[in-house]
């Protein structure tokens, strides 16, 4: 859970939250927040300009539904405390560390190495057979990963929510050669 999303200043007469706010103030992530909407223990949203929101008046039972369930806290931190009142955690694993370069470096050299797999073909077919030389999909993939080392193909623009983004991918110069070249899939 990001206990900073919560505690971004909000004007006085905010009574409106988005789903992280709300995931963040009821203290949950987004996840599992969504399944506490579905299992009707948080309140459903209200639609404002064909945006979910909700109030913060009808989380508090949920935030004190979710609190009861939890395990006892220690007497350092009361349950009652916003996250916005006490002590940022330590981080304890940031990202990018040392670890995270040397594993994507590997995976670097591992593409480099490869020939293009399968699912690295169908998708530079996709851009062929859609005629575009931009696709956007929900989601991190690898053969997309994949691609952006080989060059074939750059992101250029990523959406919310970050756990399935909308990613925008376009072909690049020597992605529209490679597919040039691609033959047709037969017909089955």
């Not at 927040?33 to 309140?43: A, G, I, K, Y």
């Not at 020939?115 to 999909?137: A, C, D, P, T, V």
């Not at 080989?150 to 399935?164: F, L, M």
């Amino acid at each position: 859970m990001d206990e900073s999303i919560a505690c971004e200043p909000v004007a006085r007469d905010a009574r409106l939250v988005d789903r992280r706010r709300a995931a963040a103030y009821v203290g949950v992530t987004a996840g599992r927040f969504e399944q506490l909407v579905r299992d009707n223990v948080v309140p459903a949203p209200v639609m404002v300009d064909n945006k979910r929101r909700w109030p913060i008046a009808l989380l508090d039972g949920a935030r004190d539904a979710v609190i009861g369930t939890m395990p006892p806290v220690s007497a350092a931190t009361p349950p009652d405390v916003r996250p916005c009142e006490r002590d940022p955690a330590p981080a304890l694993h940031e990202l990018p560390d040392q670890a995270w370069f040397e594993q994507r470096a590997r995976f670097v050299q591992r593409v480099r190495r490869s020939l293009l797999s399968g699912n690295e073909i169908r998708l530079l077919r996709e851009f062929k057979l859609l005629k575009q030389n931009e696709i956007s999909m929900f989601g991190y993939y690898g053969s997309f990963e994949a691609l952006m080392v080989r060059g074939y193909i750059v992101e250029i623009a990523r959406k919310p929510p970050s756990s399935r983004p909308l990613v925008t991918y376009r072909l690049t110069a020597q992605g529209e050669r490679v597919i040039s070249v691609l033959k047709d899939e037969p017909v089955v």
